[in-house]
């Protein structure tokens, strides 16, 4: 089956500790980005990265690593210096929709700070 | 002023009935709009794209006003499946790819 998948589905950590999230995608998309959603609150989006290799910093990327070392894959790292890291991250990857690029997404993990 | 902005709800509405959700967005560059829908603790999936002239789909019709910014979507004969939250979101003008999500309005539809 083609699509996006993300684990762990929920993750705990202690807070000091750094935590990589994984995304994976078989859809041959060029374009991959990672979003955070917190209750009662839109995306916001923490990084993206358009072509293997390349990253660019979204609006709250504080906090947060990347790396995209293969077109499939694009994890996460939350490090100890994201202030308030309790969240539901979101991986998306970029595809077509008629004429319209459009995003899609993976099942997210919920992360969540002891 | 957030770049999309929505009325977060909540609707709650009767099986049968017609509900309107709006949108207003701020970058008077963006190009590309959507209409996205969240479940509980799922992720959000596309609903539909929306066009300039207004695209159905089955009991779902979205409207774009690029004039005034303004984004709408229509929802006829409500079933209690839709419940669900409608994320509207607004694209382009700016990165590459890049899409700005508005907070979400709460829809619960009841028998």
């Known amino acids: 089956d083609g699509g996006i998948t993300q684990s762990p589905k929920y993750l705990f950590r202690k807070e000091g500790q750094n935590v990589t999230l994984s995304c994976e995608q078989n859809?041959?998309?060029?374009?991959m980005y990672w979003y955070r959603q917190d209750p009662g609150q839109g995306l916001r989006l923490i990084y993206y990265?358009?072509?293997?290799?390349?990253?660019q910093k979204g609006d709250i990327a504080e906090g947060y690593s990347v790396s995209r070392e293969k077109k499939e894959s694009f994890p996460l790292t939350v490090t100890s210096a994201q202030k308030n890291p309790t969240a539901f991250y979101l991986c998306?990857?970029?595809?077509?929709?008629?004429?319209?690029?459009?995003?899609?997404f993976g099942p997210g993990t919920r992360l969540t700070v002891l | 002023r957030k770049e999309v902005e929505q009325d977060p709800g909540p609707f709650n509405v009767p099986e049968g009935a017609t509900v309107a959700f709006n949108c207003t967005y701020s970058?008077?560059?963006?190009?590309?709009f959507f209409w996205y829908r969240q479940d509980c603790r799922k992720e959000p999936k596309l609903l539909m794209s929306?066009?300039?002239s207004g695209n159905e789909d089955g009991r779902f019709t979205a409207q774009l006003n690029r004039a005034s910014q303004y984004i709408s979507l229509l929802i006829r004969d409500s079933k209690l499946s839709d419940s669900a939250t409608y994320l509207c979101?607004?694209?382009?003008?700016?990165?590459?790819?890049?899409?700005?999500f508005g907070q979400g309005t709460i829809l619960t539809v009841h028998p």
């Open positions: 998306a990857s970029n595809g077509r929709e008629g004429s319209t690029d459009t995003q899609y």
């Open positions: 859809l041959n998309h060029d374009a």
């Open positions: 990265s358009q072509i293997v290799n390349d990253f």
């Open positions: 970058n008077s560059a963006s190009q590309s």
């Open positions: 929306v066009y300039s």
């Open positions: 979101v607004v694209g382009g003008g700016t990165s590459y790819g890049k899409l700005t």
